[in-house]
């Protein structure tokens, strides 16, 4: 199956300092990329949509300015926590859509944020 | 707002015994649902899908029950394993913007 891949999958970074998470598609282009949070046994909760090409669309009550997502090619998206809280501490998961019908969504294994 | 809902946080099972875990949704205009496995610290992996005019489809070893009635969505797996142990979730879509609604998540617990 489509592969999607994540760097870094764990990064410890200091209050106030701003991190870059990236989110591939290996093998498919992929127009459209989502960015989940996920809390320590808590569900996915969608934080925006990636689209290729145009600004990201932000789920009601994530910060557009703090969360900051780059989608510049097919295969590539990248979320960006700027001036990051230990309350920004998460697994963070991305997937990709090749395109297809309903299902056809792929998942990144995650990376795992801690703000110190 | 519009959820998808699990009804047990946790589900312990004998090891080939077989496993349903059930998820509630609330949105009747979702068009598919689907099944992840998440095993922690990774990402949740595809398990099985169902679209909204199917009420039942199998796969290997597992099967998904879709009941549009009473928004009543089930995960059968056949002789469960060790491997199996993982949170399972539940979500929905709609249209073709590729959108999830995730739900809780249910724990499988699966004893040798």
């Known amino acids: 199956g489509a592969v999607v891949s994540q760097h870094p999958s764990r990064v410890i970074c200091k209050s106030g300092t701003s991190v870059k998470i990236e989110c591939r598609s290996l093998d498919f282009q992929a127009t459209t990329m989502f960015w989940y949070r996920q809390f320590p046994k808590q569900s996915l909760m969608l934080m925006a949509t990636s689209n290729e090409g145009s600004k990201a669309t932000y789920e009601q009550g994530v910060e557009k300015d703090k969360f900051l997502i780059n989608h510049a090619s097919l295969t590539l998206s990248t979320l960006t926590v700027t001036s990051a809280h230990p309350e920004d501490s998460s697994f963070y998961i991305c997937?990709?859509?090749?395109?297809?019908?309903?299902?056809?969504?792929?998942f990144g294994p995650g990376t795992r944020l801690t703000v110190t | 707002g519009e959820s998808v809902g699990l009804h047990l946080p946790t589900l312990s099972v004998q090891e080939g015994d077989n496993s349903i875990i059930n998820c509630a949704y609330s949105n009747s205009a979702s068009d598919y649902f689907i099944w992840y496995k998440q095993e922690s610290g990774k990402g949740p992996q595809f398990i099985i899908d169902?679209?909204?005019?199917?009420d039942k489809r199998q796969g290997q070893r597992v099967t998904v029950l879709l009941n549009k009635t009473v928004k009543h969505l089930s995960l059968q797996i056949a002789a469960t394993q060790p491997g199996d142990s993982a949170v399972y979730f539940c979500a929905e879509g709609s249209g073709n913007t590729g959108k999830l609604i995730f739900g809780q998540g249910t724990t499988l617990q699966v004893k040798p």
């Open positions: 169902i679209r909204s005019n199917m």
């Open positions: 997937s990709a859509n090749s395109g297809g019908s309903g299902g056809e969504q792929y």
